[in-house]
């Protein structure tokens, strides 16, 4: 699941970044395509609390993340990018980067 997750993140930076640097407009297309790959997050974060963290705040963040999967999919029925950027960065982006900041710690901490 790790590479499926830095997979993820990478497409995603890529398609915040188009929209608000280059100004690309094609940000719901492109998420839509990507759906799979996010349901598959979502669906693998939900299995349980696997990460050992108290379960009142897994709780929370179980709830966050399928807010953040309902905007997403409320951006695509309107047809709202302003609202599909918001829940892809500063939602699901934030999420994704919690696995990849630890990653790569454990990484560094291997190294030493």
């Known amino acids: 699941m790790e590479k499926k997750i830095q997979e993820l993140y990478q497409n995603l930076v890529k398609i915040s970044a188009g929209y608000l640097i280059y100004q690309k407009r094609n940000n719901i297309e ?22 050992g963290i108290e379960e009142t705040l897994y709780q929370n963040m179980s709830q966050d993340i399928l807010g953040i999967l309902e905007d997403i999919v409320a951006a695509m029925e309107q047809g709202d990018r302003v609202l599909m950027q918001d829940a892809m960065a500063y939602g699901l982006l934030e999420y994704l980067e919690l696995f990849i900041e630890s990653e790569q710690e454990d990484g560094k901490n291997d190294n030493i």
């Open 30 to 51: 492109l998420m839509r395509k990507m759906m799979p790959q996010i349901q598959e997050f979502v669906l693998w974060f939900l299995e349980g609390n696997i990460f």
